[in-house]
């Protein structure tokens, strides 16, 4: 029950996800692998936690999932304090949930590349502009 309460907030951020998936990208400057694993993390860590995705816990559970996403896959990232600024979140509570998050997916960050390129080929096929 903790894990689901963790990533959920109590009221509705003022930014849209839209936005707020903009200035993740922007300030944390992921590479397009990395947002694709973190879709993939985040479906792992709903499926085996239990957790329904929603407008309450979509911002955190989102922004989780690129901070080990990039720490993962990527040679450089930023510190855990660098991330809570861009994530609007205490140090602290990024750590907590950093540590259940990872906890949350058995410590899987691996992804196979049929698995990968199922993803991928996803999210570019239901891309409109």
Known sequence: QQAKQIYT?????????NDYIVRIAKYMKIEDSTLILAL?????????RKIFVNEY????????S??????????????????????????????????EFVMGINFDLFVEAKVFDKYETSLVCNYTP
Do not use: W
């Not at 816990?57 to 989780?64: A, G, I, P, Q």
């Open 40 to 48: 993939i993390y985040i479906d792992r860590i709903s499926r085996k």
């Open 66 to 99: 690129v901070v080990v996403a990039t720490k993962y896959n990527e040679d450089k990232h930023y510190s855990n304090t660098y991330y809570a600024k861009i994530g609007g979140v205490e140090l602290e509570q990024l750590n907590q949930m950093e540590c």
């Open 57 to 64: 816990n979509v911002y955190r559970l989102f922004f989780m």
């Open 9 to 17: 907030s109590r009221k509705l951020p003022q930014i849209s996800v």
